[in-house]
């Protein structure tokens, strides 16, 4: 017993020590990546249920580092996040999703919108609400396509700092979605209190509707973010009966690699010509 105790210590002691390496290897990595452009910024498309038609596409980050490999972005954005890195990357994200945008309108595509995911940390930022009205002046792009993500830990840590800024981006038209829904902190009387236009059902939700034992359960969530008045999204749909079930239960969009992995922008064209014209 002794001897398995000490074997189990031994490895949990190198697991943790690979995991530090490669936060080390990460942030020293981190400030070079961005001088030589290496990060790229994918798109995954939402589906209208109702028209089986793309309605928009959420903005990823990628980085494929020489060094490192392709990185996940659960890995970066925490190192990122911890060193403040994330403002100037949070910063190339929004503009890319913007000048995405612009070219979708030249394109012919003007009423599709586009979500980036937003840090604790640019929301905290003084000047945050500037840099994005000015980022979509520049790119002259109306602020109803644009969608902010926030997750709802974001929400609970500063709701007094963040809940005026979400209400003046709001003002101006700009939407607001939550993030990872019912995977945290989910207190109603918070959704109640924000100006969130879009809720997003959390994969692990969806993850539970599988077929012959299917309950209510993830209805009952769509029927909650609906009568709020929010178009309800579910996250990470890869089956056929899950979409069927969300189909059922009258949810506005998917987003899921049942539909489309995310993609880099110049896949999208062929993807949005292929559907039938309106
Ligand atoms: P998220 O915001 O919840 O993004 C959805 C994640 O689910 C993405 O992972 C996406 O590729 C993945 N996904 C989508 N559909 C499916 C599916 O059907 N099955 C499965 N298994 N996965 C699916 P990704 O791109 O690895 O991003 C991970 C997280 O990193 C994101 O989670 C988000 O929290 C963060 N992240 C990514 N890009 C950015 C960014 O530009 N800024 C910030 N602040 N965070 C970002
Ligand atoms: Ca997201
Ligand atoms: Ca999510
Ligand atoms: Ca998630």
Request: proline share 4%; aromatic share 10%.
């Amino acid at each position: 017993v002794k001897e398995a105790g000490r074997k189990n210590y031994m490895v949990y002691d190198q697991t943790m020590n690979e995991a530090f390496t490669e936060r080390v290897a990460i942030e020293k990595h981190l400030q070079n990546a961005f001088d030589n452009n290496e990060f790229q910024v994918y798109y995954q498309p939402q589906l209208d249920i109702r028209t089986n038609k793309i309605s928009g596409f959420e903005a990823l980050l990628r980085w494929n580092s020489p060094v490192l490999g392709s990185v996940s972005p659960l890995k970066f954005i925490k190192v990122a996040e911890d060193t403040h890195f994330i403002i100037p990357l949070g910063k190339l994200v929004l503009q890319n999703a913007c000048d995405f945008l612009k070219r979708l309108k030249e394109n012919g595509y003007s009423d599709l919108t586009v979500s980036v995911n937003i840090s604790i940390l640019q929301l905290l930022q003084a000047d945050f609400i500037d840099f994005v009205n000015e980022t979509l002046s520049i790119y002259q792009i109306e602020p109803e396509l644009l969608e902010l993500e926030i997750t709802e830990s974001i929400l609970i840590e500063s709701f007094e700092i963040v809940t005026p800024r979400l209400q003046i981006l709001r003002d101006n038209k700009v939407k607001i979605a939550l993030d990872d829904f019912g995977k945290g902190y989910s207190s109603l009387s918070y959704l109640k209190q924000l100006p969130i236009t879009t809720l997003k059902v959390d994969k692990t939700f969806i993850d539970y509707i599988v077929g012959q034992n299917e309950d209510d359960f993830v209805g009952h969530i769509i029927s909650i973010g609906k009568n709020m008045g929010m178009c309800v999204i579910a996250e990470g749909v890869e089956h056929q009966n899950q979409l069927d079930y969300l189909i059922r239960h009258d949810c506005d969009k998917i987003q899921g690699f049942l539909f489309s992995r995310p993609i880099p922008e110049n896949k999208i064209y062929e993807l949005l010509d292929s559907q039938v014209p309106p």
